[in-house]
């Protein structure tokens, strides 16, 4: 249980952190690149972001994969319950 905690909140740390490296990144890449033109560093940050925002998506991929495991493990124990229960009433 402790380590299912620990891997949810380390899962979260990095999600926020690449949100923040989405935003950040942009700025920077975009600073960076100006020099070189505005069309230049505008094609240049949109295709950083759309590379760093496949990196949220997986993380939040994990996340919803996660708590669908999860979900799933609640029903599971809930219709064994429900079978023992019926095979109890059939007996």
């Known amino acids: 249980m402790i380590t299912n905690q620990l891997f949810d909140r380390l899962l979260n740390f990095l999600l926020g952190a690449s949100w923040a490296i989405v935003l950040f990144g942009a700025l920077i890449t975009f600073k960076i690149f100006s020099i070189f033109g505005f069309s230049l560093s505008i094609f240049v940050t949109i ?27 609640k029903q599971t124990e809930y219709l064994k319950r429900l079978s023992e229960s019926n095979d109890n009433n059939k007996s």
């Open 47 to 73: 295709t950083f972001i759309f590379v760093s925002l496949f990196m949220v998506l997986v993380l939040d991929a994990f996340v919803v994969n996660r708590a669908k495991l999860e979900e799933m493990k």
